[in-house]
């Protein structure tokens, strides 16, 4: 589980692809203190490190994966938000985050305004997912929180440290980002769902 707080930046160094897989290599200032078997959310993704060398980890995206999230466009170069899972005990900084992506979204507006920015987001709500205002979504693994909700879309505020410590200073019109929606809306349109049959 994590909380949606933004540990570190990674940059992918290397990708290698394996059948269906991507294995990628990702350098960060957290890579060496990293262990094989550790659960590290990459842009929203929980994925398993399976080696570390110096200050580069290594992990493995499967097919299942990829289809879901924007991991599959990521190239050497590429900047990924990195957070290691919530120790028991410590602070939930953000929300409940599993890492496990919903789908994605793809960026429709920037817009600089005093002293912070406003994003906005469309995603296929044909899948079931929703958002509302003043709760909690994920994007690209950071916990933002909902300033306006539509049935295919919303926006979120962005403070300048959060804008300066992730990959939301590279997004643009039309890039493509991961969502998760909250677990506690997804459990009550559930059980709404269940309770119509």
């Known amino acids: 589980m994590f909380t949606g707080i933004i540990e570190s930046l990674g940059t992918v160094k290397e990708i290698q692809a394996d059948q ?9 200032d957290i ?9 590290i959310s990459h842009n929203g993704v929980c994925l398993t490190v399976v080696g570390v ?14 289809e879901k999230s924007n991991l599959k466009a990521l190239k050497v ?11 028991i005990g410590g602070r939930l900084d953000g929300h409940i ?5 919903d789908q994605t979204a793809i960026c429709t507006a920037v817009e600089a305004q005093d002293g912070s920015s406003l994003l906005t987001f469309e995603y296929d709500s044909g899948l079931g997912n929703l958002t509302v ?11 933002l929180t909902v300033v306006n909700s539509t049935r295919d879309g919303f926006s979120v ?3 300048p440290y959060t804008l300066a410590h992730t990959n939301l200073k590279h997004l643009e019109i039309g890039s493509t980002v ?15 769902e269940i309770r119509e049959v």
């Open 20 to 28: 269906g897989n991507l294995h990628f290599f990702i350098e960060s």
């Open 31 to 39: 890579s060496d203190e990293l262990k094989i078997d550790q659960s």
């Open 53 to 66: 060398e110096n200050q580069v980890h290594q992990v493995t995206a499967i097919k299942e994966t990829l």
């Open 77 to 87: 170069g590429d900047c990924v938000n990195l957070e290691r899972c919530m120790q």
């Open 97 to 101: 985050v599993q890492g496990h992506v």
């Open 133 to 143: 205002e003043k709760g909690s979504v994920t994007v690209n693994g950071i916990s």
């Open 157 to 159: 505020a962005i403070i």
């Open 178 to 192: 991961n969502l998760e929606f909250d677990i506690i809306g997804k459990y009550v349109a559930k059980m709404m």
